[in-house]
Nanobody, 124 residues
């Protein structure tokens, strides 16, 4: 069983930055795709970014391209989401997730393990 624990959320003003972290238990971290999703009140959970297993290729949803950066440290079993130039519309609970797929998926149902979420609030 894999457990994912996020941290780093909080309250920030528009234009500011936050860095989210997600640490995984288990030995399979380095062999699985890691992703970040977010869910705002009243909205469905949406894909934000993901990073592949070996070549560390990344994929982002259009609304965060150029502002967010996903990275991973396999030795520490941790994935990061650096969020810059934050906007009020980025306000949501952010979830870390792990996929057993062979290539980066962008749908929530392709991710097997989930963290409990960390809230991010961006004030205008």
């Amino acid at each position: 069983q894999v457990q994912l624990v996020e941290s780093g959320g909080g309250l920030v003003q528009a234009g500011g930055s936050l860095r989210l972290s997600c640490t995984a238990s288990g030995r399979t971290f380095s062999t699985n795709i890691m992703g970040w999703f977010r869910q705002a009140p009243g909205n469905e959970r949406e894909f934000v970014a993901a990073i592949s297993r070996y070549d560390y290729s990344t994929y982002y949803t259009d609304s965060v391209k150029g502002r967010f950066t996903i990275s991973r440290d396999n030795a520490k079993r941790t994935v990061f989401l650096q969020m810059n130039v934050l906007k009020p519309e980025d306000t949501a609970v952010y979830y870390c997730a792990q996929s057993l797929a062979g290539s980066i998926p962008t749908t929530a149902n392709a991710y097997t393990y989930w963290g409990q979420g960390t809230p991010v609030t961006v004030s205008s």
